[in-house]
Every structure is written in structure tokens, then in C-alpha cells.
């Protein structure tokens, strides 16, 4: 079958992590003897987009994404445009428009791989985080000049919201999630002491949602522990579930201790599949190095693997997770993880590496 996609590359090295996963999901159809196909289109919103028209997204953007069976979307931001409105008005639209309510973003070693934490005597790190992504920190509610007293007693607030139709469905997800796997285990993540509202309601349909699961093992954490244990007692986790924010942070740390933020994959799931979901690296646009073939493309492959699950092609994704270890593991890595090759080379590489699987 033929699955359309919409790309959206957007800024910086988006475009360049987007070209490279399209070239090796297009070579895995192409290997497939006819039993799937891309028919991909390509919207060219982002930055530039917004210095010409004013806005980060065509206003029917929306309406011309939904019929599309996923969307494969590279990152947004550049320092023309200030950050949150380039979040807000791309990525964010497009997660919060289609009830993209669980993020979720898994975190593993690769072979070849030089991690901060094989220093340590850890020899496992095999974890997914499921983020809230629907609301929570992110909700977007507050407001600037409260107080009224102009320049220098500024005020403003940004409150976060917690449903418990929201909490409970992203816990169930990590749960069901869990049961999939070899550990059985959820760590819920909030700083409840602290925040006494929303995240204590998240700790109670925590608890709830875990008495009906007898069979996994569960632990509630605070984020500043949490931060700690992941890079202390990695060993320890499976499941972890959090809040918008926390778990933002937690899963670049993640990556992080996994070798670089350039590895790591994410899928901005809409679970009822009433709206098409979105695949992404969890990365940015990186301007730093943006342009100049240095971007590591593994993030973006590793999220098409993420987008063959969802679109019912397990097989597959486990062919590719198998051509991105075999390419790591010749040492064929992009500066970020310590090596020469450019995002073309490694892209040839994984092209090359399908082949001969
Ligand atoms: P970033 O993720 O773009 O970069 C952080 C560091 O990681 C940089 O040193 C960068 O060179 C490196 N890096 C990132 N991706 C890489 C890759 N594929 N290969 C090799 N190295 C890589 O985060 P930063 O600098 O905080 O943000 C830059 C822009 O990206 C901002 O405009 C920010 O708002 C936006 N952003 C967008 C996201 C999205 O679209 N989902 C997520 C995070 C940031
Ligand atoms: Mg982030």
C-alpha cells in the first residue's frame, strides 16, 4: 500500500535530517518487493516561510494536513524569528490542533557509541518517555503586564493545566506501553511537593491507574531525583511518564547520556488516529551547525522507524532500527558523536546497510 506523507523539513538542519530520512525510507520501500510505498509531499513552512507571508504555516494548513496518514516533520526555529512564536506557530499548532497527546521518545545505546554513561559500570540503558504533549506547562495560558506599572515592575504569569482526562490518558498509554515490554515497570515523574494543584492530581490518577495494573511495577519520582537517577541508576527504568515540560527536559538528558541529542527519535502521537501523527528527531534546528552536511541524521531515521510502527510495519522499523546499529557500530558517526563522516555519509551508509540486510 501506498502511505502519503507530509514532510514538513522546516529551518536550520530540519531540512537537512529530513532529506536524509526521506532518501533511506524511500530506499527501504524500494526494497520491499511492492509492499509499501511513499507518496510524500512537502510543505515548505517554517522561518523563511514566516518572513515572507508573516506567519509560521499557509492558514489552511491545518485542513490540507489532515488526510495525510502521517506527518514527518524536521524542526522549527531560527534566530530571525523569536522562539516561541516559531514553536507556537508550526509545532505546537500542529501537536495541540490534532490531539497529539503522547509524545513518546525512546532512549537506547547504540553500538559503537561512546556514552557519558558507559564510563559508569552500566552496560544497559533501554528506556521510553512518554510525555504529556497536549497540556501541562505548555498549555500556553498567562499573560504579560499584569501588574500595570509599566517598565521595571512588570509581572506575568504562565500557568500550567492539568485535566484528569488528560492525566489519565497519557498514564494508561505509559502502562499499556509497559506491558509490551520486557520490564514491566512505569516511573511517574512531578514535582508535587512543590506544585501542589496539577501535579499532585497527576500523582492520584497515577496511583489509581496503577492499581489496575497488578502485573507492572511502578514508582512515583520527583523530577530533580529523577534527573539524578537517570544518569546514577539507569539501569533502573523503563517507562517513564511526565509532564510536558518535565519530560522535555528529562528526554533531552536522555539523549544525552545515550551519546547525543542527534540519535534520539520521537513520535507525537494522536492514539484514537482521528488526526494523523507527527514524526520527529527530538532535536532542534540546530543553527549552530545548520547548513554544512555536519547534522547527525540518526534522530530523524530512528523517528521514520517510529512512523512504520504506527503506519503497521513493525517488520520494517526493526529493519532499519538493524541498519542504523550496523552503521554506528563501523564507526561510520557524525561529529557530534566523536566521528568525521557528514549526514550524507551516514545516509549512504544506511542505504547501504538495508541493502545487504
Ligand atoms: P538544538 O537541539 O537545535 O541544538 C542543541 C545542540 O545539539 C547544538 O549544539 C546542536 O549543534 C546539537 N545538535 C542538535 N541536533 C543535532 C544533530 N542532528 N546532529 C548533530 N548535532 C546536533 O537546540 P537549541 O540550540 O536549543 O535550539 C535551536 C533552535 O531549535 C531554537 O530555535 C529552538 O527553539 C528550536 N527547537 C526546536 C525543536 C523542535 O522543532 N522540535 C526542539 C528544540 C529546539
Ligand atoms: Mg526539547
Same mark, same amino acid.
Given at each position: 500500500r501506498t502511505f502519503r506523507i507530509a514532510a514538513i523539513p522546516a529551518d536550520g538542519v530540519g531540512r537537512e535530517v529530513v532529506a536524509a530520512g526521506r532518501a533511506v525510507l524511500d530506499a527501504l520501500a524500494g526494497d520491499s518487493g511492492g509492499a509499501f510505498a511513499f507518496d510524500w509531499e512537502e510543505f515548505p513552512w517554517g522561518c523563511e516561510y514566516y518572513a515572507r507571508? !508573516?506567519? +509560521? +504555516?499557509?492558514?489552511d494548513g491545518l485542513e490540507r494536513l489532515k488526510d495525510f496518514d502521517a506527518i514527518y516533520f524536521g524542526a522549527v526555529g531560527w534566530p530571525t524569528v523569536p522562539d516561541h512564536i516559531s514553536l507556537w506557530g508550526l509545532r505546537l499548532r500542529i501537536c495541540q490542533s490534532f490531539d497529539q497527546w503522547a509524545n513518546v521518545r525512546p532512549v537506547h545505546f547504540l553500538p559503537g557509541v561512546v556514552s =557519558?554513561?558507559?564510563?559508569?559500570?552500566?552496560?544497559e540503558l533501554d528506556w521510553v518517555v512518554v510525555r504529556e504533549n497536549?497540556?501541562?506547562?505548555?498549555?500556553?495560558l498567562g499573560g504579560r503586564?499584569?501588574?500595570?506599572?509599566?517598565p521595571g515592575g512588570e509581572v506575568a504569569v504562565q500557568s500550567s493545566l492539568f485535566t484528569e482526562v488528560g492525566c489519565e490518558r497519557v498514564i494508561r498509554f505509559a502502562f499499556d506501553l509497559a506491558r509490551t515490554r520486557d520490564r514491566r515497570k512505569v516511573s511517574s515523574v512531578t514535582k508535587s511537593n512543590a506544585q501542589q494543584y496539577g501535579m499532585v492530581l497527576w500523582d492520584e490518577v497515577f496511583r489509581r491507574v496503577a492499581a489496575d495494573h497488578p502485573d507492572v511495577e511502578t514508582e512515583s519520582v520527583l523530577v530533580d531525583a529523577m534527573s539524578a537517577k537517570f544518569v546514577l541508576? =539507569?539501569?533502573?527504568?523503563?517507562v517513564v511518564v511526565a509532564s510536558n515540560l518535565n519530560a522535555d527536559i528529562l528526554s533531552d538528558l536522555g539523549s544525552a547520556l545515550a551519546g547525543?541529542? !542527534?540519535l534520539a527519535a520521537s513520535a507525537n502521537l494522536n492514539p484514537e488516529r482521528r488526526f494523523p501523527s507527527m514524526f520527529e528527531p527530538?532535536?532542534?534546528?540546530a543553527p549552530d551547525i545548520?547548513?554544512?552536511?555536519?547534522?547527525? =541524521?540518526i534522530g530523524a531515521v530512528g523517528s521514520g522507524a517510529l512512523m512504520l510502527e504506527h503506519l503497521g510495519l513493525p517488520d520494517q522499523a526493526a529493519r532499519l532500527h538493524r541498519a542504523i546499529e550496523a552503521t554506528t557500530a563501523a564507526g561510520i558517526l557524525t561529529g557530534d558523536l566523536g566521528?568525521?563522516?557528514?549526514t550524507d555519509d551516514v545516509t549512504k551508509a544506511l542505504i547501504d546497510a538495508l541493502a545487504r540486510s
Amino acid at each position: 500500500r501506498t502511505f502519503r506523507i507530509a514532510a514538513i523539513p522546516a529551518d536550520g538542519v530540519g531540512r537537512e535530517v529530513v532529506a536524509a530520512g526521506r532518501a533511506v525510507l524511500d530506499a527501504l520501500a524500494g526494497d520491499s518487493g511492492g509492499a509499501f510505498a511513499f507518496d510524500w509531499e512537502e510543505f515548505p513552512w517554517g522561518c523563511e516561510y514566516y518572513a515572507r507571508t !508573516g506567519t +509560521m +504555516m499557509a492558514d489552511d494548513g491545518l485542513e490540507r494536513l489532515k488526510d495525510f496518514d502521517a506527518i514527518y516533520f524536521g524542526a522549527v526555529g531560527w534566530p530571525t524569528v523569536p522562539d516561541h512564536i516559531s514553536l507556537w506557530g508550526l509545532r505546537l499548532r500542529i501537536c495541540q490542533s490534532f490531539d497529539q497527546w503522547a509524545n513518546v521518545r525512546p532512549v537506547h545505546f547504540l553500538p559503537g557509541v561512546v556514552s =557519558p554513561l558507559r564510563k559508569a559500570d552500566t552496560t544497559e540503558l533501554d528506556w521510553v518517555v512518554v510525555r504529556e504533549n497536549s497540556e501541562g506547562e505548555y498549555a500556553g495560558l498567562g499573560g504579560r503586564n499584569l501588574s500595570g506599572r509599566g517598565p521595571g515592575g512588570e509581572v506575568a504569569v504562565q500557568s500550567s493545566l492539568f485535566t484528569e482526562v488528560g492525566c489519565e490518558r497519557v498514564i494508561r498509554f505509559a502502562f499499556d506501553l509497559a506491558r509490551t515490554r520486557d520490564r514491566r515497570k512505569v516511573s511517574s515523574v512531578t514535582k508535587s511537593n512543590a506544585q501542589q494543584y496539577g501535579m499532585v492530581l497527576w500523582d492520584e490518577v497515577f496511583r489509581r491507574v496503577a492499581a489496575d495494573h497488578p502485573d507492572v511495577e511502578t514508582e512515583s519520582v520527583l523530577v530533580d531525583a529523577m534527573s539524578a537517577k537517570f544518569v546514577l541508576r =539507569p539501569e533502573e527504568l523503563s517507562v517513564v511518564v511526565a509532564s510536558n515540560l518535565n519530560a522535555d527536559i528529562l528526554s533531552d538528558l536522555g539523549s544525552a547520556l545515550a551519546g547525543s541529542l !542527534g540519535l534520539a527519535a520521537s513520535a507525537n502521537l494522536n492514539p484514537e488516529r482521528r488526526f494523523p501523527s507527527m514524526f520527529e528527531p527530538v532535536h532542534g534546528s540546530a543553527p549552530d551547525i545548520a547548513g554544512r552536511g555536519l547534522a547527525n =541524521p540518526i534522530g530523524a531515521v530512528g523517528s521514520g522507524a517510529l512512523m512504520l510502527e504506527h503506519l503497521g510495519l513493525p517488520d520494517q522499523a526493526a529493519r532499519l532500527h538493524r541498519a542504523i546499529e550496523a552503521t554506528t557500530a563501523a564507526g561510520i558517526l557524525t561529529g557530534d558523536l566523536g566521528g568525521t563522516a557528514s549526514t550524507d555519509d551516514v545516509t549512504k551508509a544506511l542505504i547501504d546497510a538495508l541493502a545487504r540486510s
